[in-house]
């Protein structure tokens, strides 16, 4: 299983940033996704979830109505779009597929 995420960067509070993660070693339309993230010094939370025809999503309550989850089986990616971002929202943040988790994107978001 292979998960790299990308399109992280440092972003001013209330802009927006898409996250991509690129997935292989696995059948990838067969498989739920999430999002989590790892802010400095705490633990991994997670953030979001899809099905693995994208049909349900389901968000933590500290983004839901400013992230959205989305997948695009055929490209077997995965992204996250972030609104309104605030600097709570700093972190690396990862795709997982079940207990694996790839490299992560750094989001920073500050003035």
């Known amino acids: 299983v292979q998960l790299q995420a990308s399109g992280g960067g440092l972003v001013q509070p209330g802009g927006s940033l898409k996250l991509s993660c690129a997935a292989s070693g696995f059948i990838f339309n067969k498989y739920g996704l999430s999002w989590a993230r790892q802010a400095p010094g705490k633990a991994l939370q997670w953030i979001s979830s899809?099905?693995?025809?994208?049909?349900?999503?389901r968000y933590a309550e500290s983004v839901r109505g400013r992230f959205t989850i989305s997948r695009d089986n055929a490209k077997q990616t995965l992204f996250l779009q972030m609104n309104s971002l605030k600097s709570e929202d700093t972190a690396v943040y990862y795709c997982t597929k079940e207990s694996s988790r790839g490299q992560g994107t750094q989001v920073t978001v500050s003035s």
């Open positions: 899809i099905s693995s025809d994208g049909s349900v999503t």
